[in-house]
């Protein structure tokens, strides 16, 4: 069974620092390159970072500088370092395979609150 599962957020502080984890199954993980989404309430989803499997990393602009994607391929992990956080990054955040061909059904994702 394909799976996708989040976790790692909360409420921080503006300025503050998360790390984002997600644990894929059911998959070959590392044939793929892996990308971190979010959306804000009432928005649409948004991409906002890649790892290919080569492990090179693109990053939406409004992110760069800021957050960090990495992966495992032994865990089938992949984590999404995000610091100097703003009120703006407020939303769901959710991992999932960044391929046009085919993508697996949406984890549950994991809220991220930046407010002081």
């Known amino acids: 069974q394909v799976q996708l599962v989040e976790s790692g957020g909360g409420l921080v502080q503006p300025g503050g620092s998360l790390r984002l984890s997600c644990v894929a199954s059911g998959f070959d993980f590392a044939a793929y390159a892996m990308g971190w989404y979010r959306q804000a309430p009432g928005k649409q989803r948004e991409w906002i970072a890649t790892i290919h499997t080569d492990e090179q990393t693109i990053y939406k602009d409004s992110v760069k500088g800021r957050f960090t994607i990495s992966r495992v391929n032994a865990q089938n992990a992949v984590y999404l370092q995000m610091n100097s956080l703003k009120p703006e990054d407020t939303a769901a955040y959710y991992c999932?395979?960044?391929?046009?061909?085919?993508?697996?059904?949406w984890g549950q994702g994991t809220q991220v609150t930046v407010s002081s």
């Open positions: 999932n395979v960044d391929s046009v061909k085919w993508r697996p059904s």
